[in-house]
């Protein structure tokens, strides 16, 4: 084995039958990222990265396994990359036993904010919270003070709505209800309307997404005089597809009636200017142009849409690699005034393993995700997009930027009724 090689251990949800396959386009994503760091003589001086992956299935078991492997069997890992919530709080919680980052690029669950818990992990997927303040600066820009939550009883939508919570008590936003479900939402959402909830955020998984809308529709939830707050994420067509196989009752139009006019949130992945160049000299687009014929090579029929999971996220796992090596670069700087290098880290020495933290820890560049940074919990920080579905396509209503509190608005918004739905009955007094 050439000793100037830095190895890294890459976890990655390659299939499996629960959770998120985004290993299927994040990993040909990390190995491009590779094969670009690896060719730029100005990085790592002289030194090359080698990535060692396997799959976890999105399981925390296998990823444990997996990582074990990774760090018994030589080469010493420096670093270990993994993907899927459930795997990243497992493979982070113990990857400080031996002195080794995390760094995640598709976990998004909000436990995984928590230094206490995680003292060495990173993220370049945003946590799940990025959307509350985006939601919150939406009800404050229309004046919507009284607002009710449905959300699936999951880890990751729990913590959110917690969040949530925490925002809108500190932006004077009464909660007159938080409904939650497990899988059927029939009576959640009949609840919804005794409360004369009509300014509400909904937190589930697309599948759990349809059988609300449909239960939306017969309970006459939707219109002038109502607002739903979806995910952004799920595919573009969620509430047409997929009916007859989930057992949902409504067809395809009471749907697309129910859904007109809802609004999204969401994180930006890709970064929105498309000819802006990024730190690997690529703009967002020529990477698209580079994955796509990376994944055309792999078998997946890009042509015909068919896209693997993950494509939206591989992004992040291209930035993360990214994220290592100018980390690794700078630390190597550092080591050289005392005549060490990365090749001096052992599994027991916290003095590189503080180098390399603070390495990460300082990351600010331009990437094909857009800045990366890092807070001081770890998580990416992140522009949010605003979408509105009109006529039975989205359309972006604009930008969210959580640290400058800059929202750009397009003014594209449209109200089924003609006017803003008011978040409670308005009586007008007869005079
Ligand atoms: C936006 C989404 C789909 C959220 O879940 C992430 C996976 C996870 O958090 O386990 C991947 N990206």
Same mark, same amino acid.
């Given at each position: 084995?050439?000793?100037?090689?830095?190895?890294?251990?890459?976890?990655?949800?390659?299939?499996?039958? $629960?959770?998120?396959?985004? $290993?299927?386009?994040?990993?040909?994503?990390?190995? &491009?990222? &590779?094969?670009?760091?690896?060719?730029?003589?100005?990085? =790592?001086?002289?030194?090359?990265?080698?990535?060692?992956?396997?799959?976890?299935?999105? #399981?925390?078991? =296998?990823?444990?396994?997996?990582?074990?492997?990774?760090?018994?069997?030589?080469?010493? /890992?420096?670093?270990?990359?993994?993907?899927?919530?459930?795997?990243?709080?497992?493979?982070?919680?113990?990857? /400080?036993?031996?002195?080794? +980052?995390? *760094?995640?690029?598709?976990?998004?669950?909000?436990?995984?904010?928590?230094?206490?818990?995680?003292?060495?992990?990173?993220?370049?997927?945003?946590?799940?919270?990025?959307?509350?303040?985006?939601?919150?600066? &939406?009800?404050?820009?229309?004046?919507?003070?009284?607002?009710?939550? =449905?959300?699936?009883?999951?880890?990751?939508?729990?913590?959110?709505?917690?969040?949530?919570?925490?925002?809108?008590?500190?932006?004077?936003?009464?909660?007159?209800?938080?409904?939650?479900? @497990?899988?059927?939402?029939?009576?959640?959402?009949?609840?919804?309307?005794?409360?004369?909830?009509?300014?509400?955020?909904?937190?589930?998984?697309?599948?759990?997404?349809?059988?609300?809308?449909?239960?939306?529709?017969?309970?006459?939830?939707?219109?002038?005089?109502?607002?739903?707050?979806?995910? $952004?994420?799920?595919?573009?067509?969620?509430?047409? %597809?997929?009916?007859?196989? #989930?057992?949902?009752?409504?067809?395809?139009?009471?749907?697309?009636?129910?859904?007109?006019?809802? *609004?999204?949130?969401?994180? @930006?992945?890709?970064?929105?200017?498309?000819?802006?160049?990024?730190?690997?000299? +690529?703009?967002?687009?020529?990477?698209?142009?580079?994955?796509?014929?990376?994944?055309?090579?792999?078998?997946?029929?890009?042509?015909?849409?068919?896209?693997?999971?993950?494509?939206?996220?591989?992004?992040?796992?291209?930035?993360?690699?990214?994220?290592?090596?100018?980390?690794?670069?700078? !630390?190597?700087?550092?080591?050289?005034?005392?005549?060490?290098? @990365?090749?001096?880290?052992?599994?027991?020495?916290?003095?590189?393993?503080?180098?390399?933290?603070?390495?990460?820890?300082?990351?600010?560049?331009?990437?094909?995700?857009?800045?990366?940074?890092?807070?001081?919990?770890?998580?990416?920080?992140?522009? !949010?997009?605003?979408?509105?579905?009109?006529?039975?396509?989205?359309?972006?209503?604009?930008?969210?930027? %959580?640290?400058?509190?800059?929202?750009?608005?397009?003014?594209?918004?449209?109200?089924?009724?003609?006017?803003?739905?008011?978040?409670?009955?308005?009586?007008?007094?007869?005079?």
């Amino acid at each position: 084995r050439r000793d100037n090689d830095l190895h890294i251990g890459g976890i990655f949800p390659m299939e499996g039958e $629960g959770g998120w396959q985004g $290993g299927q386009a994040c990993m040909p994503a990390a190995e &491009l990222a &590779l094969a670009d760091v690896n060719a730029r003589s100005d990085l =790592l001086s002289g030194f090359k990265l080698r990535l060692h992956s396997n799959d976890s299935k999105c #399981e925390p078991g =296998l990823g444990a396994s997996v990582m074990y492997n990774l760090l018994y069997n030589p080469p010493q /890992k420096l670093l270990l990359l993994a993907g899927c919530s459930t795997v990243c709080t497992t493979v982070a919680e113990a990857a /400080k036993m031996w002195n080794l +980052m995390v *760094l995640c690029y598709g976990a998004s669950s909000p436990a995984l904010s928590d230094r206490s818990r995680f003292p060495t992990l990173f993220r370049t997927h945003p946590s799940a919270t990025v959307h509350n303040p985006t939601r919150i600066k &939406l009800m404050q820009k229309f004046a919507w003070s009284r607002i009710a939550i =449905l959300q699936q009883a999951e880890e990751v939508f729990i913590s959110t709505v917690e969040d949530l919570e925490a925002h809108c008590k500190k932006a004077g936003i009464e909660i007159v209800t938080r409904q939650s479900f @497990l899988s059927d939402p029939a009576d959640a959402v009949r609840n919804l309307r005794r409360q004369d909830a009509r300014v509400i955020v909904g937190l589930f998984y697309v599948v759990a997404a349809r059988r609300v809308l449909c239960e939306v529709y017969k309970h006459r939830l939707y219109g002038k005089s109502y607002v739903w707050f979806f995910i $952004g994420w799920y595919e573009d067509n969620w509430f047409e %597809t997929n009916l007859e196989r #989930e057992g949902i009752e409504c067809t395809v139009e009471q749907m697309r009636e129910a859904a007109e006019g809802h *609004l999204t949130t969401e994180a @930006l992945m890709w970064n929105q200017n498309a000819n802006q160049t990024t730190i690997s000299g +690529m703009t967002s687009e020529d990477f698209r142009s580079r994955l796509n014929e990376a994944l055309r090579e792999a078998g997946y029929d890009i042509d015909g849409e068919r896209y693997p999971e993950g494509y939206q996220e591989a992004p992040l796992a291209y930035d993360a690699v990214w994220s290592v090596a100018l980390a690794f670069n700078k !630390t190597m700087e550092k080591l050289q005034k005392s005549g060490l290098s @990365l090749k001096n880290f052992t599994y027991t020495n916290k003095k590189i393993a503080d180098d390399i933290y603070e390495a990460i820890n300082s990351t600010s560049f331009l990437g094909v995700s857009g800045l990366v940074a890092f807070s001081s919990q770890g998580d990416r920080i992140a522009l !949010t997009q605003i979408e509105q579905l009109t006529d039975n396509h989205y359309v972006k209503l604009g930008y969210y930027d %959580t640290q400058a509190d800059n929202l750009t608005w397009l003014d594209r918004e449209r109200w089924v009724g003609g006017k803003v739905p008011p978040d409670r009955t308005v009586v007008v007094n007869e005079l």
